[in-house]
C-alpha cells in the first residue's frame, strides 16, 4: 500500500461476470487517476484468485487483492442462495472492520459497491465513507431493474414479481418487448423466483441513497432514454479499458490458440455459455453437438466436463480435426482471433461487448437473467445477431449457416456483419473512447468535489 494515495475500495458481486468488469474499473482507477484499488472478495473467490494469479495479492497490475471470511464451508454448495446468505449474515461486519483498519493510514476515498452486493451499501455509510454504485450490464437492463416499482403500478406485474401479461410486453417504455418468462428474476421454482425477486427489491430500497452510478455500458446504448431517472447521476464508462489480463476464476486452455492458428479466416464457430448458467441439459447439450456437426463448419466448443455427458456416443471422434472441445478458453484472444467467424453465445453482457469490440456476429441462445435483455438488443435494436428459438440441431445448423455463409456480400451475413464494425466503432472509435474517459474523469470530479463540499462543512461546524 502506498501512503498519501488516495484509497479506494471495490466491493464485487462474487462471481466471474461480475468481477471482470469491476477489476477493470479497479485498473482504470488507479492507472488513469492515481488511487490505490483494493478489490475485496470473499474468501472462496479470493482464493481462487490468489490460485490463478500465482499467489499475488499486491501485483496484479495495479490492483491490491483483499479478503474477507464469508461463513462458506470447503465442500458446500454455493449458489446463488448460499452467496446471499453469505451476504447478509457474514460479511458486513468483516468489511466494517476491514475499512475502519485503513483510518490510521489515510482512510478510504470511495466505496465502489456492485449493486447486486448492496449489502455493502450500507456498511460504508456506516463508516462515513462515500459510496458509488456499480452496474456490470447495460444500461437497459439497470432501467428494467429500477422500473420494478412502476412495473407493479402499472399491474404488468404482481407484489411478487410474477407478469400478468401473457403476451410479450414493453415492460419498459422505450424498450424492446420481452416475454413474461423472460423477467429477469423468474430462474427456478416458484420459491426461487420469489427469493430472487425479494433480492431485486431489497437492492432497489438500498440503492436510494446513492449519488453515483457507474455503468459498464457506451453511449448511445439505449436510443430513448425517455424516463431515465435524474438520480443518482450516472456516468457510462464502457466498455472499460482492458489493457491488462483478466483475473479468472478457472484455469483456460491454451491449445484452442494453436489449433485457431491453423483454420482459415471468419471459418469457425466460437461456442461458449459463459462461467455460471446451470446447465442446459443432456438433452439440449446432444442437439447442440449435433447441429455444429451437421453444418460443416469448425467449431471451437467450451464445454465443462459437467456437461459433457450429453455428447452423442462416438461424437468426439466423428468430429475430431473440425470441432475442438476445451473446459475453458481465453475468450478475448479467441475472439480477436481472425479465425473466428461466429460466436453461439448466451447473451452475457461481457461477452457481448467483447464480440462486438472484435467485429463478431452473434448467434444468441440466452439462458437466465439478464440476457434475454442483452439479446433483444442484440437481434431486434442493433441487428448483429441470430437468436435461437429452439436449442435442436436443424435450428442450429441453419442459424449457424445463416451467419457464416456470405460473410462479405450483400447477404444476410455481410449486411449483420457491416452493422457489427458500425457498433463496434460506436464503441470502441475515437469518439467513444473519449465519451469513456470523459464520463470517469467527471465521476472522480464529482468525487473530488464532494469530499471538499464535506471538508467545508467540517471546518464551518468545527469554528462554532
Known amino acids: 500500500m502506498v501512503e498519501g494515495r488516495p484509497r479506494i475500495v471495490f466491493v464485487p458481486y462474487p462471481a466471474q461476470g461480475h468481477i471482470t468488469p469491476m477489476f477493470h474499473l479497479a485498473h482504470a482507477m488507479h492507472h488513469q487517476h492515481g488511487f490505490e484499488s483494493i478489490l475485496v472478495n470473499p474468501n472462496f473467490i479470493h482464493n481462487r484468485l490468489i490460485a490463478s494469479s500465482s499467489g499475488a495479492t499486491e501485483d496484479n497490475h495495479g490492483v491490491i487483492y ?20 453469505a451476504m447478509e449474515n457474514h460479511m458486513p461486519c468483516h468489511l466494517e472492520r476491514l475499512l475502519k483498519s485503513f483510518e490510521t493510514v489515510g482512510g478510504v476515498s470511495c466505496v465502489i459497491v456492485d449493486l447486486l452486493a448492496s449489502w455493502a451499501v450500507g456498511v460504508a455509510e456506516r463508516c462515513r465513507i462515500p459510496v458509488a454504485g456499480f452496474w456490470p450490464a447495460m444500461l437497459g437492463t439497470y432501467r428494467l431493474i429500477s422500473g420494478v416499482p412502476d412495473m ?32 429477469p428474476w423468474l430462474i427456478g421454482s416458484p420459491s426461487s423466483k420469489r427469493s430472487r425477486f425479494a433480492f431485486w427489491l431489497r437492492t432497489i430500497d438500498r440503492c436510494k441513497s446513492l449519488r453515483w452510478l457507474i ?23 464502457g466498455p472499460l479499458p482492458t489493457h491488462s489480463p483478466t483475473p479468472t476464476l478457472w484455469s483456460e486452455d491454451g491449445i484452442c490458440i494453436e489449433w485457431l492458428d491453423k483454420q482459415s479466416p471468419s471459418s469457425v464457430v466460437y461456442v461458449s455459455f459463459g462461467s455460471w448458467v446451470d446447465p442446459i441439459g443432456d438433452d439440449k447439450v446432444a442437439e447442440l453437438a449435433l447441429g455444429l456437426e451437421a453444418s460443416g463448419k469448425p467449431f471451437l466448443w467450451v464445454l465443462s466436463t459437467a456437461w459433457r455427458s450429453g455428447l452423442p456416443k462416438g461424437y468426439l471422434d466423428r468430429v475430431k480435426g473440425r470441432g475442438i472441445l476445451v473446459s475453458w478458453a481465453p475468450q478475448r484472444e479467441v475472439l480477436g482471433h481472425d479465425a473466428v467467424g461466429c460466436y453461439l453465445m448466451h447473451c452475457g453482457w461481457n461477452s457481448t ?40 440441431r436443424r435450428e442450429v445448423e441453419e442459424g449457424v449457416k445463416r451467419l457464416m455463409d456470405g460473410c462479405c456480400g450483400d447477404g444476410e451475413g455481410g449486411k449483420m456483419m457491416r452493422r457489427v464494425m458500425v ?7 475515437r469518439c467513444g473512447r473519449l465519451g469513456a474517459d470523459a464520463e470517469l474523469n467527471a465521476f472522480v470530479d464529482a468525487l473530488a468535489n464532494w469530499t471538499l463540499d464535506e471538508c467545508v462543512k467540517l471546518s464551518c461546524f468545527s469554528s462554532l
Not at 474477507?68 to 446471499?84: Q, T
Not at 467485429?359 to 445477431?385: E, H, S, T
Not at 457498433?423 to 472509435?429: H, N
Request: glycine residues 10%.
Open 66 to 85: 483483499a479478503n474477507i471470511p464469508d461463513g462458506l464451508h470447503d465442500g458446500e454448495s454455493i449458489d446463488f442462495f448460499a452467496i446471499s446468505h
Open 152 to 183: 407493479i403500478y402499472r399491474g404488468l406485474i404482481d407484489k411478487n414479481g410474477t407478469p400478468l401479461q401473457e403476451d410479450a410486453t414493453n415492460f419498459i417504455k422505450g424498450q424492446p418487448k420481452l416475454n413474461p418468462e423472460e423477467l
Open 215 to 237: 455503468l459498464n455500458t457506451f453511449h448511445g446504448e439505449e436510443t430513448n432514454t425517455e424516463n431515465s431517472l435524474s438520480s443518482p447521476r450516472i456516468f457510462c464508462v
Open 353 to 392: 461487448i467483447e464480440a462486438v469490440e472484435r467485429g463478431k456476429r452473434l448467434l444468441c441462445y440466452p439462458v437466465a437473467g439478464d440476457q434475454f435483455v442483452n439479446c433483444a438488443y442484440i437481434v431486434d435494436v442493433w441487428k448483429v445477431g441470430v437468436r435461437l428459438g429452439k436449442l435442436e
Open 423 to 429: 457498433l463496434k466503432e460506436q464503441m470502441m472509435g
